[in-house]
């Protein structure tokens, strides 16, 4: 039976969420890099519990019922969820690169002026001519025709509403992205702490 994080991926592929010293989400990552940092004590593995272990106490002892775990040599090794790094690794101001897939996926493929699913591209909110930056809070998604009608304009002198703020987007946000159809349980009080 294939467990259902897996949907065809190498067990190593699976997504683990990295917390720093605060316990703060960081990043995520492939239980592959995971399991390198945790080896290199660069990081420990939490727990159920949550209650962190460092690579020896992790790989002694016996994996919780369901999880994902690899062999090795000393046998199975428990696929680690949330990682906790050893330092207080800087929470990243946003943890995504800013490109027009990722501008696409957080406005839903919709036009944030009318609505429409298709032929869309990028808009630049205060237009690029006039100074507009390329920022998450300046890009929008838009279809070609409302790009076309808003021409050099801004949304208010144009008059045409924005059904959305544009804002960087948040840790579900990236969590889609990252292919992962629902946040893991595990990770929820992490990701609720900073939206
Ligand atoms: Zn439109």
């Keep these: 039976m294939t467990h259902p994080l897996l949907r065809g991926k190498d067990v190593l592929d699976v997504p683990v969420l990295v917390l720093n010293r605060g316990y703060q989400p960081v990043r995520i990552t492939s239980a592959r890099h995971a399991f390198s940092l945790l080896y290199g004590d660069r990081a420990q593995a939490l727990d159920r519990d949550y209650e962190p272990h460092d690579f020896e106490r992790w790989a002694a002892r016996d994996p919780e019922e369901g999880e994902l775990t690899v062999r090795t040599v000393g046998g199975a090794l428990e696929v680690p969820r949330l990682l906790l790094l050893r330092v207080y690794d800087r929470v990243p101001r946003t943890p ?5 897939r990722n501008v696409f996926v957080r406005d839903g493929h919709q036009c ?3 609505g429409k699913g298709s032929d869309l591209t990028i808009d630049h909110v205060l237009p690029r001519s006039r100074g507009g930056g390329s920022s998450w809070e300046n ?6 025709d409302c790009n076309l009608e808003k021409g050099h304009r801004t949304p ?12 960087r987007p948040t840790w579900t946000v990236v969590i889609q ?4 159809k629902n946040p893991l349980p595990d990770w929820e009080p992490f990701l609720q702490a900073t939206g």
């Design 96 to 100: 995504l690169r800013l490109s027009r």
């Design 177 to 180: 992205l990252t292919g992962v």
């Design 112 to 114: 944030v002026y009318c």
């Design 156 to 167: 208010e002198e144009a008059d045409m509403p924005m059904r959305r703020r544009p804002v």
């Design 139 to 144: 890009l929008v998604s838009c279809c070609r």
